[in-house]
């Protein structure tokens, strides 16, 4: 493993999933998010344009308590923070009371599913995106939320989220998953306790945290799920995609990113690829997907992908999830390749039973 401090970041350098390891998050990685500055940017920008002053709001995964700040900072004449890491909260209250917001702020420590609210809020905040959109549990989060916090005339911050995928040539990225050099922000973040606790067999069943630029791209990005009013779908899903290859070269994974909708006219999309012209997130980086047996393509080929999110027997407490991505490649109507990485060896039957 390489121990890396989580802001200095390459193009294609694999980083260990953190929207996996949320319940272990360590004040560095805070910082992390608190020094991104697309993350910054778009929050502050929808939070101070969508609150208004007199709003009741709740902050979703309140986290250090930036968000809640900016509600205040806006006029919201009350703040409901939740936040399942006790640690965490207590420095979003500490922050809050020192800008002498502390009577207009109440922290819940913890799961959302578990608080009831004295009333329902103008405005519901939440930042519980992963990198792969649905990756840190946020759809059944928010539907329970909306219907049970958000008043019928209230705002959603975001109100819309997409995750993009698309077919991608990395052979920096592929080598170093091959060989085991990924990088993770501490000792406490380890392949192998992570392949363990999601009941993985082998490193190119997970994805990692990678920026992958255009220049990576076997064919154009396509969306792959949308959340908007549909928050009540199904959270385990398959889907499927295919793909144009549009040049000659080594096929060895899936790039997914996501763009949110924060409020009308405020998106948030990590999907930029330079890291010099800061057009990337530090805290989110895209998903990385690998195929452990790369495919040579060329110019026409047909990449045909089924995308699925299931629940496996097995798996990391509770955000317990697996992804799976698996299919061909034709040349000429005639298959020239399989793949078939990240879940079990089939979707299981508690997989069917919940979809």
Not at 54 to 68: A, E, N, P, R, W
Not at 116 to 139: H, R, T, W, Y
Not at 344 to 350: A, M, Q, Y
């Amino acid at each position: 493993m390489q121990y890396t401090p989580f802001s200095v970041y390459h193009e294609e350098q694999p980083w260990l999933p953190f929207s996996e390891m949320i319940l272990g998050w360590e004040d560095s990685f805070h910082e992390l998010m608190l020094n991104d500055h697309i993350r910054m940017q778009a929050y502050e920008r929808a939070i101070k344009k969508a609150v208004r002053p007199g709003d009741t709001v709740l902050d979703l995964g309140t986290g250090t308590g930036i968000l809640s700040q900016w509600a205040l900072e806006a006029g919201a004449s009350h703040v409901y923070a939740i936040e399942m890491d006790a640690a965490i909260l207590e420095r979003a209250i500490e922050r809050i009371s020192q800008l002498g917001f502390a009577s207009r702020f109440t922290p819940f420590n913890c799961l959302s599913y578990d608080v009831v609210l004295p009333e329902k809020v103008d405005v519901l905040i939440s930042e519980i995106i992963g990198n792969m959109a649905d990756n840190e549990d946020f759809q059944p989060v928010l539907n329970d939320a909306f219907a049970r916090f958000l008043k019928p005339s209230g705002q959603a911050i975001p109100y819309a989220v997409s995750s993009y995928i698309t077919p991608i040539s990395s052979n920096k990225a592929y080598d170093h998953i091959r060989e085991g050099r990924i990088a993770s922000l501490s000792e406490r973040y380890d392949l192998h306790r992570l392949l363990s606790d999601k009941a993985c067999q082998d490193r190119f069943d997970l994805y990692y945290d990678t920026i992958l630029p255009a220049t990576c791209y076997l064919s154009e990005p396509q969306l792959l799920k949308r959340y908007d009013s549909n928050w009540n779908q199904a959270p385990w899903y398959s889907e499927d995609r295919i793909f144009r290859v549009d040049h000659r070269s080594n096929f060895n994974g899936f790039k997914v990113h996501f763009v949110a909708n924060l409020t009308p006219g405020v998106s948030l999309d990590i999907g930029g690829g330079d890291i010099s012209a800061r057009e990337t997130s530090d805290s989110w980086k895209h998903a990385y997907l690998p195929i452990k047996h790369p495919i040579a393509v060329e110019q026409g080929d047909i990449i045909k992908l089924n995308f699925s999110r299931h629940r496996p027997k097995q798996g990391y407490g509770n955000f317990r999830q697996r992804y799976r991505w698996r299919g061909d490649v034709l040349r000429n109507g005639e298959r020239v390749g399989q793949f078939d990485q990240g879940g079990e060896n089939k979707v299981d039957t508690e997989t069917k039973a919940m979809a």
